[in-house]
T-cell receptor
Framework: QLQLQESGPGQVKSSETLSLTCTVS??????????WAWIRQPPGKGLEWVGS???????YYNPSLKSRVTISVDTSKNQFSLKLNSVTAADTAIYYC????????????????????WGQGTLITVSA | SYELTQPPSVSVSPGQTARITCSGD??????ASWYQQKPGQAPVLIIY???RRPSGIPEHFSGSSSGTTVTLTIDGVQSEDEADYYC???????????FGGGTKLTVL
């Protein structure tokens, strides 16, 4: 069964860079062939897609975060990572990683679909 | 940016049917998904491709689509169904993802 586990510092100082890693594990699990995503949820608020990366490194980011976000993948370690720079208190959230399903329509256009499974999430607090 | 609109809250009595709607301009051409999130837990996929249930999801959860609106239906609501529910889909380009604001289902 596919499992995802986030790891990170727990607390980041304002204006610094938040760094998180998601490790993918499970029987016959390979990171290749799939998209992988980061989603966040501020305390008491809704879900926000941060971005997704294909195993070959092609990435798509939420336009509202694009200038500050980088997602990378390391297929040899079955891991993918998130970097968010110049953080503020508004970046305080639970950060989840997840596998992101995708498909191609009849015209060959890529469509991003559902997220499954999800990691348990890790709370990142931005302090002054 | 692309937006999906859900009602903030829905309340039903046990045994009744709950319907949660989600509206978005690109929904006629993009699959919608639904997630259940209970307090302190990660979201769980309960509906994908508008109306398909992953294995292990109870049959009283179902999804439907009509034009720019998708609907999550929960038949015979039970107390354990009390949770936040989020819809999710992609915009017209297919590249960018949006979540609805979430609907808190209260079982009276």
């Amino acid at each position: 069964q596919l499992q995802l586990q986030e790891s990170g510092p727990g607390q980041v100082k304002s204006s610094e860079t938040l760094s998180l890693t998601c490790t993918v594990s499970g029987a016959s699990t390979r990171i290749s062939g799939y998209f992988w995503a980061w989603i966040r949820q501020p305390p008491g608020k809704g879900l926000e897609w941060v971005g997704s990366i294909f195993y070959n490194g092609s990435a798509y980011y939420n336009p509202s975060l694009k200038s500050r976000v980088t997602i990378s993948v390391d297929t040899s370690k079955n891991q993918f990572s998130l970097k968010l720079n110049s953080v503020t208190a508004a970046d305080t959230a639970i950060y989840y990683c997840a596998r992101h399903d995708y498909s191609y329509d009849s015209g060959g256009g890529l469509t991003m679909n559902w997220f499954d499974p999800w990691g348990q999430g890790t709370l990142i607090t931005v302090s002054a | 940016s692309y937006e999906l609109t859900q009602p903030p809250s829905v309340s039903v009595s046990p045994g009744q049917t709950a319907r949660i709607t989600c509206s978005g301009d690109a929904l006629p051409t993009r699959f919608a998904s639904w997630y259940q999130q209970k307090p302190g837990q990660a979201p769980v996929l309960i509906i994908y491709k508008d109306n398909r249930r992953p294995s292990g999801i109870p049959e009283h959860f179902s999804g439907s689509s009509s034009g720019t609106t998708v609907t999550l239906t929960i038949d015979g609501v039970q107390s354990e169904d009390e949770a936040d529910y989020y819809c999710q889909s992609a915009d017209s380009s297919g590249f960018y993802v949006a979540f609805g604001g979430g609907t808190k289902l209260t079982v009276l």
